[in-house]
């Protein structure tokens, strides 16, 4: 991140934390063991699942946004083709087992936070790596915490 970074919105901040909402929560009813079919999830682990993909592509779509505006030809091609890859990466994930899917979803959220403070962070002249590093760790113990319990 750049030196001159200036500060996000605070809407970007309510936004992204508030993005995390559904993590903690399912992960938690998923550690206790509760039911929510009553508000119309049968499936906490599916839901926490269907999220995290969502969030995993929607990740990876920074850096289509990013690359439609970078200033040289060979950033916006590293940065087109790696935007596809942690939604195919989630995909996959999608189609294994519950356990395994979770925590490779933490791991997928990790490493998309690592090739992001190497490629995009410094493209983005904002405190946005200090957020993306906040929600990381959030969602990462989330996706993990269900893990443990599925």
């Known amino acids: 991140m750049s030196a001159v970074a200036r500060p996000l919105p605070r809407i970007a901040w309510g936004l992204g934390y508030g993005g995390v909402i559904p993590f903690v929560v399912l992960s938690l009813v998923a550690a206790l063991k509760l039911d929510l079919s009553a508000f119309g999830i049968a499936d906490v682990t599916g839901a926490l699942l269907g999220y ?5 592509s929607f990740i ?11 200033d040289h030809p ?3 091609t590293s940065l087109f083709i790696y935007s596809v890859l942690p939604a195919l990466a ?20 990790v490493i998309a936070y690592l090739v992001d403070r190497s490629l995009l962070f410094s493209k983005v002249p904002t405190d946005y790596g200090t957020l993306r590093l906040h929600l990381t760790a959030i969602v990462t113990l989330s996706l993990l915490l269900a893990a443990l319990f599925v």
């Open 52 to 56: 995290g993909a969502v969030i995993i």
């Open 60 to 70: 990876g779509a920074v850096h289509w946004g990013v690359a439609l505006v970078a």
């Open 74 to 76: 060979g950033n916006r």
């Open 90 to 109: 989630a995909w996959c994930l999608l189609l294994c087992p519950p356990g395994f899917a979770l925590a490779g979803m933490a791991l997928t959220v």
